[in-house]
């Protein structure tokens, strides 16, 4: 039988190359392109579901100032005017004789999730008020707007 015997300096090389460690350019370009794909794929989903987050939030916020309206309504027997304006849910206004508030948890009016203000006006178009969020553009008749009317 024979038997291939390596040279001894082969051996040395190789156990001199196992023993440093690190990656060769080759094995970092192939992560970087395989992190690439992942991102290409998966941003957009996450994006989308940043916006959608976003919406949902101020409708369970309008519908959490709908229900503090309404209390409101019980106690003084009319809605807010537009000057008085969702700020009266927890300052008392001046016309208001029975109010019994604060009638958000909050202590204050919170902004949209875009950082402004939400618009109250009352009569609203089909309902006694309307509470609206211009939504992501911030334009009033945009393509976002958010709202209870």
């Known amino acids: ?22 990656f060769t350019l080759v094995e970092l ?15 957009p989903r996450v994006l989308g579901y940043l916006s959608s987050s976003r919406d949902k939030a101020a409708k369970l916020q309008i519908e959490s100032f709908a229900a503090a309206l309404d209390l409101f309504y019980l106690d003084n027997g009319r809605y807010p005017s537009t000057s008085e304006g969702l700020q009266s849910l927890v300052q008392r206004p001046p016309a208001a004789e029975n109010w019994s508030g604060p009638y958000l948890k909050q202590g204050s009016v919170p902004p949209d999730p ?15 008020y309307a509470i609206l969020s211009l939504g992501a ?7 976002n707007v958010i709202g209870k009317e």
């Open 114 to 128: 875009w950082g402004r203000p939400y618009e109250y006006r009352t009569p609203g178009k089909t309902a006694p």
């Open 29 to 43: 370009l192939v992560v970087l392109v395989i992190l690439g794909l992942v991102m290409g794929l998966a941003g």
């Open 1 to 22: 039988m024979i038997a291939f015997l390596r040279s001894p300096s082969h051996r040395s090389s190789c156990a001199r190359r196992d023993t440093k460690g690190g």
């Open 137 to 143: 553009e911030g334009v009033k008749g945009g393509a």
